[in-house]
């Protein structure tokens, strides 16, 4: 079945470092794939997605690339900062799948001035 | 972008009793909607399909008596949590399917249910 696979956090890292959360997936077909983010206390925010081999999403300096040949979608952000701070979580969906979603284990993220 | 509510946001209730929580899609038509729950720190795991019409999907394991999904209109979906226990205290988040420029979800601010 689909399936998601990301880097265990928590991820600390200093304000302005370079920021880069590993994700793998498990699909038959197609898939779209996204990266969603949830700040402390509310629900979820998409902050990017692709919905083809090598589409690269992006959105606040956030950027993806999809990569079909090892399969992966790999969250990049050249200089973070203190309000990045939250939990990044790696999804999928596919049509074969009756679009849900599959979500990977979430990525916290603590950024420090 | 599409906006998807959900009302409670937060509830607080005794063990035993029955929580409805609803989801509506404010500006899209959505034929499917989806039911996630997240325990803290932890992923969203789907719980169930809505349907339009039609009787929810449940995924493995999710006891369908405990979990009654309604779906009776194009933009509403409710979730009942069914004689409360404080093991179903979580964070309970829906989403909706929009069909129209790509197959795209939308996700509610969820709610939290603390069960006393």
């Known amino acids: 079945g689909n399936s998601v696979t990301q880097m265990e956090g928590p991820v600390t890292l200093s304000e302005e470092a370079f920021l880069t959360i590993n994700c793998t997936y498990t699909?038959?077909?197609?898939?779209?794939l996204f990266w969603y983010v949830q700040y402390p206390g509310e629900g979820l925010q998409l902050l990017l997605k692709?919905?083809?081999?090598?589409d690269k999403g992006s959105n606040k300096g956030f950027e993806a690339t999809y990569r079909k040949e090892t399969t992966s979608f790999h969250l990049e952000k050249g200089s973070v900062q203190v309000s990045d701070s939250a939990v990044y979580f790696c999804a999928l969906s596919a049509n074969t799948g009756g679009f849900k979603t599959i979500f990977g284990a979430g990525t916290r993220l603590f950024v420090k001035a | 972008g599409a906006v998807v509510s959900q009302h409670p946001s937060w509830v607080i209730c005794k063990s035993g009793t029955s929580v409805k929580i609803e989801c509506r899609s404010l500006?899209?038509?959505?034929?499917?909607m989806f039911w996630y729950r997240q325990f803290p720190k932890q992923s969203l795991m789907l719980m169930a399909t809505?349907?339009?019409?039609?009787?929810?999907?449940?995924e493995q394991g999710v006891e369908k008596d405990k979990f009654l999904i309604n779906h009776a209109s194009l933009t509403l979906s409710t979730l009942t949590v069914t004689s409360a226990h404080p093991e179903d205290s979580s964070f309970y988040i829906c989403s909706a399917l929009r069909l129209a420029g790509g197959n795209e979800q939308f996700f509610g601010p969820g709610t939290r249910l603390t069960v006393l």
């Open positions: 692709a919905t083809k081999a090598d």
């Open positions: 699909a038959t077909g197609y898939p779209s």
């Open positions: 500006d899209f038509q959505a034929t499917t």
């Open positions: 809505s349907n339009e019409g039609s009787k929810a999907t449940y």
